[in-house]
């Protein structure tokens, strides 16, 4: 029965999302359920295009993620997969009418991961965040507007600024597994994993315009998707000021992580400025 099938497709874009992100389920969950189902579904197809390119060390990824894509198009013109991940991702593409170009980028910056090493240039840069993050803030933002075309446009910039930030604070976190484990470097500010406190404070500046120009589009966001965002957003602000409290030399060392008792307590704080209505 295909009613099954979907709504069992759906709990594996769930199960996914729990199971790689504490963070973002916890900020999915902060969602109104209505819309809750379709961002996993999201996630998932994200998270596994991701894990392709990123984690498969011992298999080939360029056929693996040939495989895939062939299977991701051909479950968006059929309308139906037996990969439940890619299932439930087609039933939002068509329930939503997400873009067909945004996921062209999306794969296209995956399909980078596969061999390039090195963004030389800020318009290499830009090009890969706008593919990776941008695209996958569009695609929610989709789900958020329900339809609402025009409110679609007037919140696509601020959702692209918010995808940047996320994106950009990722590769500053995971700076060190980055270039010691994938040998890649993203920053077009750093050679390899050389970076000295300026051109870290720089590059947290770069950030801190991101996410100000997001937080003008977050309070306009339908009160559906307001708070989860918000709550998204508190994380990496946070994960941001810390950051910017680390010596350079430390975030090529170890990993900067958020507690999960801070976790709570950013859950909380957003909670009250959102009930306060101080967003």
């Not at 295909?2 to 902060?30: I, Q």
């Not at 009418?97 to 240039?121: C, G, P, T, V």
């Not at 789900?143 to 025009?150: E, L, R, S």
């Not at 770069?206 to 339908?222: M, R, S, T, V, W």
Request: with cysteine; hydrophobic share 40%; charged share 30%.
């Amino acid at each position: 029965m295909k009613e099954l099938f979907d709504k069992l497709s759906y709990r594996c874009s769930h199960r996914v999302t729990t199971m790689y992100s504490t963070s973002f389920s916890l900020a999915v969950k902060m969602l109104s359920p209505k819309i809750q189902k379709d961002i996993y579904a999201i996630y998932g197809f994200v998270r596994f295009a991701d894990e392709i390119v990123d984690s498969f060390h011992d298999y080939d990824k360029e056929m693996l993620l040939d495989e895939f894509e062939s299977d991701l198009y051909n479950s968006i013109e059929r309308g139906i997969s037996l990969n439940p991940i890619l299932n439930s991702f087609q039933q939002v593409v068509h329930k939503h009418k997400i873009d067909h170009h945004l996921i062209d980028h999306f794969m296209k910056s995956m399909r980078a991961d596969l061999n390039k090493q090195e963004y030389k240039s800020v318009e290499e840069y830009e090009d890969y965040i706008y593919g990776s993050a941008d695209v996958v803030g569009l695609m929610c933002l989709k789900v958020f507007v329900q339809g609402d075309q025009k409110q679609f446009e007037a919140l696509k910039a601020p959702a692209m600024r918010l995808g940047s930030a996320f994106q950009k604070v990722n590769f500053l976190r995971d700076l060190k597994d980055d270039t010691e484990n994938l040998h890649r470097s993203y920053f077009p500010h750093i050679q390899g994993s050389i970076i000295d406190m300026d051109t870290k404070d720089k590059i947290i500046e770069e950030i801190n315009d991101d996410f100000h120009e997001a937080y003008i589009g977050i309070k306009q966001l339908p009160i559906e998707a307001k708070f989860g965002v918000y709550t998204a957003y508190i994380y990496y602000k946070k994960l941001l000021r810390k950051l910017s409290k680390t010596d350079a030399s430390e975030i090529i060392e170890k990993r900067i992580r958020i507690s999960n008792p801070m976790k709570m307590f950013l859950l909380t704080k957003s909670f009250v400025n959102y009930k306060l209505n101080l967003l």
